[in-house]
Every structure is written in C-alpha cells, then in structure tokens.
C-alpha cells in the first residue's frame, strides 16, 4: 500500500465522508463554471454575429432611405416602409409625406446619400447601434451645382421576424 493510501485508511468513516462531500462539491462547481464560460462564449459570439448583420442593414438602408428624386420619391418613401420599425417608422412617413415630398417636388431635388465609413457603438442580440459617416450631395432647381454635405448619424436597428428594422435615426 501506498502512504497515501495508509493514511486514508486510518481515517474515520467521518472524515473519508467529508473529504469524498468536499472532492464531489468541487467537481460539480467545475462542470457548472465550464457551462457558464461557455455560455458566456456563445452569447459573446452571438451578439458579435448581430453587431456585423446590424451594421450590414444599416450601410445598406440608410443610403437608399436618405437617397430619392423629386419624379419618384412617393414611391421610394411607400417602398422603404418595410426596412422601418417603431415610432420612427410613422414619423419618417409623416415628414416625408408633410415636408419632404413637398419640397423635393417644388424645388427639384436629387439627392444621393454614401456611407464612408461605419461602425457599430454597442450590439446584444436584438438590438445594434451603429455610427455612421455619410455624404449627401444634391441638386436642385435652386442650384445646378452639386451640394455636397457630410454628417454622422446614430442608427438604432432591431431584430424583427428574422431581419432587422431601423427604429431610430439620429444626427449627431
């Protein structure tokens, strides 16, 4: 026999229980802190997933959304209803239908919007943030000439029936 094994079997019934409550209690916390870190792994890698899809929507949409001319941008505001979600969706139509398709109209407007660069700000599952740096150029019957306007703008995108809704858009 080994001194180890010697030593135990002069140990109390008691003490060979304790220790054998004590190695059990051990291994039951390590299996239950390897599932937590694993969980914790997945979720990290599931709201990273959403931070990429969310800020793809948005460098994809918010060009097309800020983008119209004046012979078709009814149709192009009724069109882009669909990538829009919440109060941000009514009041987009509101603006649009009250302020914007009239002006573009009277005055002629083109204008196209380009993404330079983006980036997401915070990202869970449901929900992304994304920054945006964008230039606008336009004309118009006021000027022929290409106005060219540089902003940033914060867009909120969430998660809805498998895609993704801009539900906030704001200049910064």
């Given at each position: 026999?080994?001194?180890?094994?010697?030593?135990?079997?002069?140990?109390?019934?008691?003490?060979?229980?304790?220790?054998?409550?004590?190695?059990?209690?051990?291994?039951?916390?390590?299996?239950?802190?390897?599932?937590?870190?694993?969980?914790?792994?997945?979720?990290?890698?599931?709201?990273?997933?959403?931070?990429?899809?969310?800020?793809?929507?948005a460098v994809e949409i918010v060009p097309k959304l800020l983008s119209y001319d004046f012979d078709t941008v009814e149709q192009h505001f009724a069109e882009m209803q669909d990538d829009l979600g919440g109060d941000f969706r009514t009041q987009f139509e509101d603006v649009g239908?009250?302020?914007?398709?009239?002006?573009?109209?009277?005055?002629?407007?083109?204008?196209?919007?380009?993404v330079l660069e983006a980036a997401v700000v915070a990202a869970d599952t449901e929900n992304v943030d994304v920054l945006l740096f964008l230039n606008q150029s336009t004309t118009s019957s006021e000027s022929q000439e290409t106005k060219l306007d540089g902003s940033r703008v914060r867009v909120h995108v969430e998660r809805a029936?498998?895609?993704?809704?801009?539900?906030?858009?704001?200049p910064v």
């Open positions: 026999m080994t001194r180890l094994a010697v030593t135990v079997a002069n140990w109390s019934p008691r003490a060979r229980r304790l220790v054998l409550l004590s190695l059990c209690t051990l291994a039951v916390a390590a299996v239950v802190g390897a599932g937590i870190a694993l969980r914790a792994d997945h979720l990290s890698d599931s709201r990273a997933q959403s931070g990429r899809e969310g800020r793809a929507f239908r009250t302020v914007i398709v009239p002006s573009a109209r009277e005055r002629q407007v083109v204008t196209t919007a380009e029936d498998g895609g993704w809704l801009i539900t906030e858009l704001t």
